[in-house]
Each structure stands twice: as C-alpha cells, then as structure tokens.
C-alpha cells in the first residue's frame, strides 16, 4: 500500500515545481509574472476544493477509482496544457492545468489517506506521513526533472508543449502503480499481535465513528481547522519568502548569502519540508496527537522569537531555526488525518480531511499576503536587513499561540455526534469478507 | 482478520514497487544535495 500511496503523490506534488515553467511561459507566451502563476494557483484552490467536495465520493467509491480519477485528470491537464501551448491558447494552460489538473490534485491527495490508516491502525501517523511526505518529495523529482527536459527540447513553444506532453505521458503511467496496487484491508484486520487499546472515559482516540456531515456540526472540526490553517500559514510565510529573506536577513554583513547559497537554502528547507511530514507524523504515534501539535505551535513560536532576536548574527542559527520551523509545517500536514482518525474514527476520515484542507486554501492565500505586505511597507519605510522581516515574524508568533490555545481546546467529541452503533454492526455485516476488497 | 490471514508473499511485487517510487525519489534528493551544498560552499 505504501509505495501505491507514494506513486500517486510523488506525481502530484509536482505542483511545487511548477515554477520551473514560469520563465519559459512568459518568455515564449508574452505573459506577466502574475499570469503565469494562474495555473499553480488554480491548482491550488482547486485542490483545496476538489478534496471538500470530493471527499464523500472517495469514500463511497474507494482508493481505487479515486486514483484512476486523480490520474486521468492530472495527465489530461498536462496534455490540454500542451494543447494550449502548441495553439498559442494560454487560457487552455489555466483550465488544463489549473481546473482538469486541480482536480487530480486534490482527489489524489486524500485518496490512499484513509486506507493507508485502516492498513495500519496501529501506527496511523507513520503511515500518512510517508503518503504526504511524497506529496513534499514530488518537487525535488519534477524540479531537475522538468528542467533538464525543457533544456533538452530546445527554445520555443514547441519545447514547453513537447515537456508538458512527456509529463502527460510518463505521470499517467507512473500512477497507475498506485491504480494497480491499491488494496482496502477486509473489515476488521489488523496487524499481528495488534489489540486495539480499551477506550478510556478521557481518552483523545475514540472507539467510535463520526460521519463527515456531523464532524462539520463539532467545535473539534472547527478547532482543528484553525489549528491547520495558523500552522499552515507560518510556515508558508517564510517558504514563500525563503530565498529573498535570507539575503535580505544578511545583506550587511561580512559574509552575505548570494544567489547559490539562498537556493542552496530553498532546498534545505524542502529537505526539511519532506523529512518533518514523516518524522514527526510517526512520533506522533508514540507521543499522541494533541502533544505533537504543541510541539509544532509552541516550539514554532520560539523558533520564529530566536530568528527575530538574533537577526543577522548567526547563520547556522537562522538556517537551523527556519528548517526547524518548516519541518513542523510539514509535520502539521501528515499529523492531521491522525488527529482527525483519533477523534472521528475511520468511518469517513477521508471525507472529513478533505473538508478540513479547506484551511490549507486559506492558509495559502494568508501567509504570503502578510509577509509580502509588510515586507513591502517596511522596505517603502527605509527598512533594510531582518528589519524587513521583524513585524512579520511577531505576527506569526501571535498566530501560533492562537492555535496552540486552540490545539489546548481539542477535547473528544460528544457520544451525541458519534453514528449509531446498530448502523456500525448493519455495516460490517454489509462489508465484511475474507478476502481483501478491491475497488 | 489478522496479518497471519494475509495473502501469500508478494516479495517481488512489493520490491518492484518501492523501486518504482524509490528510484525517481532518489534521483530527486540526489538533485536536492547538489543544491544544498552550494549554501555552505558558495
């Protein structure tokens, strides 16, 4: 199951390499900066969107067809894109990639979630976390990857349209790995010498199960919302920024950081990135949950209170707080469907994390708009160096108490929102067999 | 159910599959220290 989770989320995290294209787009379509960040962008609202609202029918339909689905549509946006290049149609790149391709998204990456943690109920965190941590890893693949075809293919529209053609291509393939080896675990298996603990009357993982409709209805849902959305945004801010801030950040000193050295630095944060979405998701499994989180917005603060006490005096300091703080905004993102399975159960987790990703979105939009904003206003100001940078960095401290507070709230859901037992038994009965199920 | 009812070894398959995802992903740390070296080298 791990390598069919990987396959599909590999692929789609290239998503984070499609700045590779910008450059190429602009130069051979006449386009702003602005405009040819509208597919990511779309992508990215699309993904948010496809994941809420196609949640239920990745339930209802399975790991299976929501792969096939993912694929279909991830590969057809590359190839309409390519269509769209070819016919000097940048608006086919926006819907090919942006909508048919946002699709894919969003479907593939809560499609192996919920039976990656019914295959491995006894370590849900590890197990989410090498998923999500693919979705970190599938830059650092599509990044070399589409720039040394696009330096292969040559100039001109033809080498874009010929790339995004071979990226189709050679991603439909790739994901069927996932179409073809995705199994849901018969009802009631676990892993040998597994036994399930006996719920305790505080316990944070409930017995129970929560359908997507109800989690809506609970302060938990709304709680753990905010808990995504201000971990999500800390992070973003210094992601977004990460080159520019640390040549900023050590501008005036003997030793500034150049161009190499800051994408040197981008790239130990994707490092960062990657690894904290499976450390820490897995240490979850052994720390719980809500501690875990604590860790991530707690220390987070610290960590932004460190980069903006010691400004520009250290560069080891400034590197090592900053992958620290993004390992925890990769952790935050595996962490969730664990959270989320401990307090719905695994009845529609699935469909719940796909409405919970909503926060993402809003996240994404958040973060870079106070950290460009006040960037910008300071620079106006006459602000130079970790000046640039200062109130910014407060601001994320204060966001990330909040959702320590709201984290210190997350109490187990009241038994009144929990489905009916009988309807439980009714299921199984309905759903139970031998052998493994394949849909 | 429980892991002992679990299908017979699929040995094979699962090292075809993480060679599928584990080449392309090493390929891309590979990549990745490339970079990372230029931040305390350049």
């Known amino acids: 199951m791990p390598p069919a989770a990987l396959a599909v989320h590999l692929s789609i995290g290239q998503v984070y390499a499609w700045s590779v294209f910008k450059s190429p787009l602009e130069t051979e379509m006449g386009l702003s900066g602005t405009a040819s960040a509208l597919p990511f962008q779309l992508g990215i609202v699309m993904l948010g969107l496809s994941a809420a609202f196609g949640g239920t029918l990745v339930e209802r339909n399975g790991p299976r067809w929501a792969m096939f689905v993912a694929t279909a549509c991830f590969s057809s946006g590359f190839l309409i894109s390519a269509l769209g290049v070819v016919l000097g149609q940048y608006w086919l790149v926006v819907l090919g990639y942006g909508a048919v391709g946002g699709i894919g998204l969003g479907i593939g990456y809560i499609s192996p979630v919920s039976t990656l943690m019914k295959w491995f109920p006894d370590r849900p965190g590890m197990a989410t976390g090498i998923a999500i941590m693919g979705f970190g890893g599938g830059a650092l693949i599509a990044s070399p990857w589409s720039a040394g075809m696009l330096s292969a293919f040559g100039d001109g529209r033809g080498a874009i349209a010929q790339s995004f053609l071979v990226h189709g291509l050679v991603y439909a393939v790739f994901m069927s790995l996932g179409v073809f080896l995705v199994r849901v675990p018969p009802e009631g298996w676990r892993p040998r010498g597994w036994v399930p603990a006996e719920k305790a009357a505080t316990s944070m993982i409930t017995t129970a199960n929560v359908s997507a409709r109800n989690a809506l209805r609970t302060s938990q849902f709304w709680l753990l919302w905010g808990v995504l959305c201000l971990n999500v945004t800390a992070g973003i801010a210094i992601l977004e920024k990460a080159a520019p801030m640390i040549r900023n950040f050590f501008a005036a000193t003997a030793t500034p950081v150049g161009a190499g050295a800051a994408a040197g630095f981008v790239a130990l944060l994707s490092l960062a990135n990657m690894a904290g979405r499976f450390v820490w998701s897995s240490i979850s499994d052994l720390v719980g949950r809500k501690n875990v989180y604590r860790l991530y917005l707690g220390v987070g603060a610290l960590l932004y209170l460190v980069i903006a006490l010691a400004g520009d005096t250290s560069l080891p300091v400034f590197v090592l707080s900053a992958m620290l703080i993004i390992s925890f905004y990769g952790g935050g993102f595996s962490t969730i469907p664990a959270y989320l399975k401990d307090l719905f159960g695994t009845y529609q987790v699935g469909a719940i994390h796909g409405r919970l990703l909503t926060a993402w979105s809003a996240a994404g939009i958040l973060g870079p708009l106070v950290v460009n904003a006040i960037a910008d206003a300071q620079e106006r100001a006459g602000a130079s160096g970790p000046q640039l940078y200062a109130l910014s960095l407060y601001i994320m401290i204060g966001l990330l108490i909040v959702g320590f507070t709201a984290n210190e709230l997350v109490r187990p859901v009241d038994p009144k929102h929990h489905e009916p037992v009988a309807d439980d038994e009714n299921r199984e009965r309905h759903e139970s067999g031998e052998a493994e199920v394949e849909r | ?42």
């Open chain 2, 1 to 42: 159910m429980n892991a002992e009812s679990t299908p017979p070894n699929r040995t094979a398959l699962l090292v075809f599959g993480w060679a599928w995802v584990g080449l392309p992903f090493a390929y891309g740390v590979y990549a990745l220290v490339q970079k990372v070296t230029l931040l305390f080298a350049g």
